[in-house]
């Protein structure tokens, strides 16, 4: 289930609000910020806001410039994104900006909002999703039905949350601006609960104005969670079997470990081990006597996460495993862009029912048999 890049936006208070409770909009980001949102904007396929937000902002969510319009326009796209909404309600308002400005607009929402949203005569496409809206069900839709490759979400709260803890966000770029909105009935950015993971990689901090920009990825569903000590184990010999693979300048040197769950291992394995376009977990997994009962609770252990796709044989690793039987998954690091785009083994683990742990202080070992191919 291919799904787009999506990078969440937002702008918090220095307290944490994402508004106040006024009836006015409040403007948390500078001039210069909300120039480089339309530089963002115009980089994107589509842009994506809650019903929430339209009923609290009435936004217009445009490319504002010109010029980013018109090198859109060459580049083949069209001038503006789509303009994505979700309501599960369909209770929308048909005066709204979001309707009568810009390009393409499509609404996803339930069976029953769709029969409310129609009967409103909106100038959008209307997508129901069934009883409920599953959100892995409409990125999917977004990118195969309307080509979208790179959504950006802009709020509010509620979206940004369940696309944050459903492990569906590639990148999170939050804003904080220089003061406080002190009211604790105001909107936050993420509600309480739980949340999935430890700590986010930080990847770009930035002055824009008066206010700051932090960029982070969120890493793999999963990361950190409900590690043992035996997890450490496995994974650190998983780093070890990857130095023994034969050198290749177009593919990853990889160790693999299946262990079932009273700690025995059922096989190891490494790249190439028996030919040259072998990966790790696919010779580990060939060493386990298919339908093996105790495939079902093991973890596999690899030194980088299951490829998604690959060009040397039709199933990806994260699919033999899944179709092994095997539910857990622990992992060091996820996949660069090296040899494929966007590469997603996590996410096609997670969708198929596996829980993927990433322990990324095994990053920079994973990675020493690599070195050449990481630039
Ligand atoms: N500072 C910023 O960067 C920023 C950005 C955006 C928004 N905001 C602020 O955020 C506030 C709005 O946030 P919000 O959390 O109230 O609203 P929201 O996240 O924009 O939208 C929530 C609405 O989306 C629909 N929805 C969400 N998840 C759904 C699901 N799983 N299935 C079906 N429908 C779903 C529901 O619509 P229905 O009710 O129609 O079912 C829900 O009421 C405003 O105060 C706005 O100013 C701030
Ligand atoms: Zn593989």
Redesign the pocket.
């Known amino acids: 289930m291919p799904h787009p890049y999506v990078l969440l ?4 208070s220095l307290d944490g609000y ?2 106040d409770t006024g009836p006015e ?2 403007l ?1 980001s500078g001039p210069a910020d909300f120039d480089r949102v339309d530089a963002v904007r115009a980089s994107v396929d589509a842009i994506l ?5 339209i009923r ?2 009435n936004p217009r969510l445009l490319v504002n410039s010109p010029e980013r319009r018109a090198a859109r326009v060459a580049a083949g796209k069209p001038e503006y994104p789509l303009k994505v909404t ?7 308002d048909p005066t709204a900006k979001f309707w009568h400005t810009g390009g393409e607009k499509i609404v996803y ?2 069976d029953k ?1 769709a029969e409310r949203a129609r009967a409103l005569g909106l100038a959008a496409d209307i997508a129901p999703l069934g009883a ?2 599953d ?1 892995r069900q409409l990125l999917t839709h977004l990118h195969d039905v309307r080509g979208v490759r790179r959504l950006m979400v ?7 949350t ?1 696309l944050l803890r459903q492990g569906l966000a590639d990148e999170l770029q939050l804003v904080l601006a220089p003061l406080f909105v002190g009211d604790s009935k105001a ?1 936050r950015l993420f509600g309480p609960g739980p949340y999935q993971g430890g700590r986010l990689r930080l990847v770009e901090t930035r002055a824009v104005g008066d206010v700051v920009l932090m960029r982070y990825e969120p890493t793999a569903p999963g990361v950190g969670v409900a590690a043992s000590a035996a997890d450490h184990h496995w994974l650190r010999l998983a780093c070890e079997l990857a130095e023994r693979c034969p050198p290749s300048a177009t593919a990853f040197s990889v160790g693999a470990v299946v262990v079932a769950a009273d700690g025995t291992e059922l096989a190891r394995g490494y790249s190439r081990e028996t030919d040259s376009v072998e990966h790790a977990e696919e010779a580990a997994l060939g060493k386990v006597e298919p339908g093996d009962p105790r495939l079902a609770s093991a973890t596999v252990y690899s030194s980088l996460e299951p490829c998604a796709r690959r060009a040397s044989r039709p199933v990806p690793c994260a699919r033999l495993i899944l179709e092994a039987g095997v539910r857990r998954v622990v992992t060091a690091w996820r996949e660069p862009d090296t040899f494929v785009a966007g590469a997603d083994g996590s996410g096609v683990l997670a969708a198929g029912g596996a829980e993927v742990v990433v322990l990324g202080e095994y990053e920079g070992r994973a990675k020493g048999p690599n070195r050449h191919l990481l630039g």
């Open positions: 936006s937002a702008a918090v994402l508004d909009r409040l948390l806001v809650g019903a929430g937000t609290a902002d979700v309501s599960g309600s369909g209770d929308l929402t339930t909002g409920e809206l959100w802009e709020g509010g709260g509620q979206i940004h369940q909107p």
